[in-house]
């Protein structure tokens, strides 16, 4: 019908509209067309635009003000191990296990082995560009760390 031909011809890929395969969450194989109309296909982890990396500019301008920083003040996460990303459905504290609870978290793939929970999207770009928190205050703001490399070495772990 006539909605559906015009509904099709608003999706249509154009050249500055990437066309992103989204059949698989985790890592897809991504077609896209580049601005010379040429298709590429390359792998790489998938994220949605409401998911991407924070503000390259914004990281930029981090680093400079973390320079007048107080001494007490933590190092900035480096943004370029952040891997992966994106929202989840967890139970992570004792009341949302105990009344059986999902709340939604935000996961950051740091590095190779390291899986962040954070609260929010909103604590996670915090602890990620605040140059002015403690190391207390940018460990309070991830809510749960697993390092699956290094959790291994801790007495108990079978």
Do not use: C
């Not at 190391?135 to 760390?145: I, T």
């Amino acid at each position: 019908s006539a909605a559906s031909a015009s509904a099709a011809a608003s999706h249509a890929p154009n050249s500055n509209n990437p066309v992103v395969d989204t059949s698989n969450q985790s890592t897809s194989l991504v077609n896209y067309i580049s601005r010379n109309n040429e298709v590429r296909s390359t792998m790489e982890p998938l994220i949605s635009p409401a998911d991407e990396a924070v503000d390259v500019k914004i990281i930029k301008l981090s680093k400079m003000l973390s320079r007048t920083a107080p001494e007490n003040a933590s190092p900035l996460p480096i943004a370029e191990h952040v891997i992966a990303s994106g929202f989840i459905l967890s139970r992570t504290s004792f009341r949302t296990i105990l009344f059986k609870a999902w709340k939604q978290t935000y996961w950051v793939q740091y590095g190779p082995t390291m899986l962040l929970l954070f609260r929010s999207r909103a604590d996670y770009e915090d602890w990620l560009t605040n140059p002015y928190h403690s190391h207390k205050m940018r460990q309070f703001l991830v809510k749960m760390q697993i390092d699956f490399v290094a959790d291994l070495v801790k007495p108990n772990v079978v």
